[in-house]
């Protein structure tokens, strides 16, 4: 790995596309990309691993293009590597440092044209925070966007320590999240979550109390009703069903049906900060699916597996 900034590279490998698309269409390996330069407030990151997310290949395919960036985009949003450079005003961080996080501050709005499926990327120091110990760099790249959704749509809801919560889609990225942070970091008193009949027994060991495999069960015919349901697959219309009178539903896809509410994650290094301890200790665990770490070279596998829309936990590129 880069030590110095006296020997960084001007050109680097990153995957990018020139036009909208599939990603099985769009995507190239390019190996002389201009290494961007941080402003005073960014950090330079070798890039050892950067996990991909929904969000990845929905931009590629043109769903934000009225506030993307303009083309030509390296994706990735999530990056886990060591800081090689630091801009005039970046005081968390040195060089050396190991550090993981979200580089877009704003999901959707004006996202960085220099993503993390690159040798190197810039990110603003305030997104990023140290990388827990215990953690690879693969694993800590799974993390950031899918806890820091998990974390802020459970803020969003009031969640809180005694109450009881229906996860849907509780064995995908952001579900594997919601349901340990449900369990360890806000302690509720139940926990339910949908996924199909093979992902019943991963549920229960993330936490849920209360696995129901959807291929044969509708969750909101059940008598039970919870105070808090977290949509993580759109399927808001039935959500607002399974609720107590009184409660919250919140959801991050689809068709919002009142009284649920949603938002778009907003990048924070410090929620990491704040769950690190729940990280360190092996409370919160990364959740990768058993097939889901691909090398840098075959990042168009990788984008191919995560658009079955059927991974467990995450997809993470592993960039060195
Ligand atoms: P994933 O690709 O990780 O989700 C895959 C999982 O979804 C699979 O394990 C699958 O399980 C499960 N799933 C699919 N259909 C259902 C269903 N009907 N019921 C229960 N589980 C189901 O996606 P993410 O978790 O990363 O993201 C989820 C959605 O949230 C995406 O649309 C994403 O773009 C969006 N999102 C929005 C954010 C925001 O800020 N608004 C932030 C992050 C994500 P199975 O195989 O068992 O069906």
New binding site residues.
Partial sequence: MASSAAILPSKMKAWTYLEYGKSSDVLKLQSDVVVPQPRDDQVLLQVVAAGI???DF?RMLGMFKNSDSPLPIIPGYDVAGVVVKVGSQVKKFKEGDQVYGDINEK?VDHPTQFGTIAEYTVVAEKLLALKPKNLSFVEAASLP??IE?AY?GLERCHFSAGKSILV????????TMIIQLARQVYGASKIAA???T??LDLLKSLGADLPID?TYQNFEDLPEKFDVVYD????CEKAVKAVKEGGEVVT??GAVVPPAT????TSNGAILEKLEPFLESGKVKPMIDPNGIFPFSETPQAFAY?ET??????VVISII
């Fill in positions: 997310n929904p969000i929905k999901a966007l899918v959704t802020e849907l889609g509780g064995a995908g990225g952001v579900g949908t996924a199909s093979g992902k959807y993580a697959v759109g399927q991050i896809y949603t938002f778009m994650l995560l829309g059927r991974v467990t936990g995450k």
